[in-house]
T-cell receptor
Framework: GNSVTQMEGPVTLSEEAFLTINCTYT??????LFWYVQYPGEGLQLLLK?????DKGSNKGFEATYRKETTSFHLEKGSVQVSDSAVYFC????????????FGKGTKLTVNP | EAGVAQSPRYKIIEKRQSVAFWCNPI?????LYWYQQILGQGPKLLIQ????????DSQLPKDRFSAERLKGVDSTLKIQPAKLEDSAVYLC????????????FGPGTRLTVT
């Protein structure tokens, strides 16, 4: 089945710094790709998604571009805020046509004022 | 719109005891998922329901775990007997359609088995 490898954390940044969290995947075909975020004490929330190659997903200032050449879906934000402190998960379907998701191990981001 | 509700939020039990978790999905969501999230790992799907029928339980340790979704709404997940390696956060999620990646997660139940 499909799999995902995510940059290990934790990541600590100062407010207004640039953020990149790397995610690479192994998949059959071209599945949809996702980033979920888990704020402290809360459940996971879908942050953004891309459904086909070269698509760019974006939300709350975060962006990720579906790169089939490098099988990557890196998460970026130009200027992080303290409120962005959370755990970020990259995910994709376990196999074609499945709605089951396989998640990366998560990357914990801490943003200091 | 109310989110996915779960209870309890925390539970500490001794090994070999039993425990049950409850989930109330978002109103109208037909699909319900239970995930296990071990510390430092991503969530792993245990079981998926479509209304009150099981769609996928291939990763559910059926010798000790059971789940039901009566009347296609609330769901309970039970562990009996618990083992130390069951210590994890148990997440419930729901989605509107059978094939939807936009799953809405509850806050989870943190289980500690001592």
């Amino acid at each position: 089945g499909n799999s995902v490898t995510q940059m290990e954390g934790p990541v600590t940044l100062s407010e207004e710094a640039f953020l990149t969290i790397n995610c690479t995947y192994t998949a059959t075909g071209y599945p949809s790709l996702f980033w979920y975020v888990q704020y402290p004490g809360e459940g996971l929330q879908l942050l953004l998604k891309a459904t086909k190659a070269d698509d760019k997903g974006s939300n709350k200032g975060f962006e990720a571009t579906y790169r089939k050449e490098t099988t990557s879906f890196h998460l970026e934000k130009g200027s992080v805020q303290v409120s962005d402190s959370a755990v970020y998960f990259c995910a994709l379907p376990t196999q074609g046509g499945s709605e089951k998701l396989v998640f990366g191990k998560g990357t914990k981001l801490t943003v200091n004022p | 719109e109310a989110g996915v509700a779960q209870s309890p939020r925390y539970k500490i039990i001794e090994k070999r005891q039993s425990v049950a978790f409850w989930c109330n999905p978002i109103s109208g969501h037909a699909t319900l998922y239970w995930y296990q999230q071990i510390l430092g790992q991503g969530p792993k799907l245990l079981i998926q329901f479509q209304n009150n029928g099981v769609v996928d339980d291939s990763q559910l340790p059926k010798d000790r775990f059971s789940a039901e979704r009566l009347k296609g709404v609330d769901s309970t997940l039970k562990i009996q007997p618990a083992k130390l390696e069951d210590s994890a956060v148990y997440l419930c999620a729901s989605s509107l359609r059978a094939v939807s990646y936009e799953q809405y997660f509850g806050p989870g139940t943190r289980l500690t088995v001592t």
